[in-house]
């Protein structure tokens, strides 16, 4: 199952049906406050995050992921991602899409990040 963290509605709906389009069952939250919630609750093979959001943004949830659950594969997706803020954040991260992406190149990039058997 993949956990699809998204503040924008509009994205969050067009990622999930291009997701489900695609065979993979998925779980979205608004936020990063959310998105623990659901990791508590529920088990994930990936974790696609938005890195600017309100509440617990993407960079604090990504340091949550990797303390709590350091085996969870994690694509971080964003439209702006400066060299400063970049070079911290992408360590650890499988992989990054810069928004606007097609649903061609999430799937690619998902099929490349997730093991074959999932």
Do not use: C
């Not at 509440?55 to 991602?81: A, C, E, F, Q, V």
Request: glycine share 6%; proline share 6%; aromatic share 6%.
């Amino acid at each position: 199952m993949i956990l699809l963290v998204e503040d924008d509605i509009p994205n969050r709906r067009a990622v999930t049906l291009a997701l489900k389009t695609a065979g993979h069952e998925v779980m979205s939250a608004g936020d990063g406050t959310e998105a623990l919630e659901l990791l508590f609750r529920h088990h994930f093979d990936l974790v696609i995050t938005d890195l600017l959001m309100p509440n617990l943004n993407g960079l604090n949830l990504i340091n949550t992921i990797r303390l709590k659950w350091p085996d969870i594969p994690l694509i971080l997706m964003s439209g702006y991602l400066s060299n400063d803020l970049g070079k911290g954040v992408m360590e650890g991260i499988a992989a990054f899409l810069q928004k606007p992406f097609s649903p061609t190149a999430l799937i690619m990039t998902i099929e490349r990040v997730l093991p074959k058997s999932k």
